[in-house]
């Protein structure tokens, strides 16, 4: 679960993260109200959305250019910066050329900036774990530095069973070249950050830019959070910061019945049952000219209601050309699959080829059902079988 900067920063603050003051605002008068709070007399109105590269973006139906994170010197330039955003589609690099639509702004001080550094906590899944990722590159994506630059990123491993110590942080700070008073500000930050990562169950913290300021204080610029959706469970505080109308609402029905759905760019739907085994379908479709248009994999206990839905989740999609449906049936039976897809199949008037594969358990009862509904289900008898099949009647169907 993503939160947008301003929560990230409150939850931050409690846990001693250096941050600026600001306050939210959904309207353009309550953005002046907020910059009046405020010592001034530098203000800066940052758009809210779940996506990076805010400053950077640009606004449709805008020829002014100007993205999405705006400097303000009174409150008339707040207001004009305010009701610029405020209802209107933001696109940055990270959301599409769809955008997102801006419904609120953070109206937070300005900054004596004198340097821009990068700082994030993180899961590394390949050494189990948390990992310190820092550059001198602030407020550049990190993937361009680790792209054209991988020297510039300075990365120390944390033993969860130890936790932060503070030669780790110290041991960043002279790579990063700080200096004086600026080294135990860092470790104070780099410490606090560790105890909000692990208190909040986090998956990863992001500060881009970390900025060191004229006076030498270590202060967050921005901020991004994103939780272990696994550990919510034990953060009910957390749920009030759920901003749904950011998420992808296919993923959001998907979740309502417990489905593992991620939406893709590609062409060819997959419904399938185990992550491996999606994650070998969309390989296997890639291999044979296509693309997947997600990962979806109904689980092992699937009952016909949450196949069903599945099946409609995948087809609300509009870039859907084509869906192919790989299951191995051990603990999910193949006629429960069988049964799923033919009433998905008549309820939504399925336009675009289907083709199945069926394999495991009942999976002689699964293809009968299939063959029995009268609908056009091409049967496939392997993965690779599968995979030809539905490229090819996408192909023919364009």
């Excluded at 939160?3 to 600001?22: M, P, T, W």
């Excluded at 881009?208 to 994103?226: E, H, M, R, Y």
């Excluded at 196949?307 to 087809?315: D, G, P, Y």
């Excluded at 056009?376 to 090819?392: C, F, G, R």
Aim: some cysteine; charged content about 25%.
């Amino acid at each position: 679960m993503n939160i947008h900067e301003y929560q990230a920063k409150e939850l931050l603050r409690g846990y001693g993260v250096s941050v600026l003051e600001g306050h939210v605002a959904w309207t353009p008068e309550e953005a002046v109200q907020a910059a009046a709070k405020l010592p001034g007399p530098v203000f800066v109105v940052k758009s809210q959305i779940h996506a990076g590269g805010r400053g950077a973006g640009h606004f449709k139906n805008d020829s002014t250019g100007k993205g999405g994170v705006r400097i303000a010197k009174s409150a008339d330039d707040v207001r004009a910066a305010a009701d610029a955003m405020i209802g209107h589609t933001l696109v940055t690099k990270q959301t599409g050329p769809n955008g997102r639509d801006v419904r609120r702004v953070y109206v937070e001080a300005g900054c004596d900036i004198a340097r821009e550094l990068y700082l994030s906590f993180l899961v590394d899944r390949a050494v189990s774990r948390i990992v310190i990722m820092a550059s001198t590159e602030g407020g550049m994506d990190i993937e361009e530095v680790a792209a054209h630059h991988p020297e510039q990123i300075l990365r120390v491993t944390i033993d969860p069973a130890t936790g932060l110590f503070p030669y780790h942080a110290r041991r960043l700070a002279y790579s990063l070249g700080l200096k004086g008073k600026q080294v135990g500000a860092f470790q104070k930050f780099a410490d606090a950050m560790y105890k909000a990562f692990v208190a909040l169950d986090c998956s990863i913290v992001e500060i881009n830019p970390l900025v060191v300021t004229g006076a030498g204080d270590i202060v967050a610029l921005d901020a991004k959070i994103s939780f272990d959706d696994n550990a919510l469970y034990r953060h009910p505080e957390l749920a009030g910061l759920r901003d749904e109308s950011e998420e992808d609402p296919k993923e959001l029905e998907a979740a309502r019945f417990d489905l593992n759905y991620v939406a893709l760019d590609g062409v060819i739907g997959c419904m399938v049952n185990g992550a491996g085994l999606a994650m070998a379908t969309m390989d296997i479709i890639k291999l044979y000219g296509s693309s997947p248009a997600n990962f979806l994999d109904v689980g092992g206990g699937a009952t016909r209601e949450k196949v069903t839905a599945a099946f409609k989740i995948i087809l609300s999609d509009p870039n859907v050309e084509g869906i192919l449906v790989n299951i191995f049936g051990g603990i999910m039976r193949c006629d429960i699959i069988a049964e799923g897809v033919v009433s998905a199949a008549r309820e939504v008037s399925l336009n675009v080829p289907l083709v199945v594969r069926l394999e495991g358990t009942n999976v002689a009862l699964g293809k009968e059902i299939l063959a029995g509904s009268g609908l056009p289900i091409i049967s496939a008898d392997n993965l690779a079988d599968a995979a030809e099949k539905i490229v090819h009647a996408v192909k023919e169907a364009a």
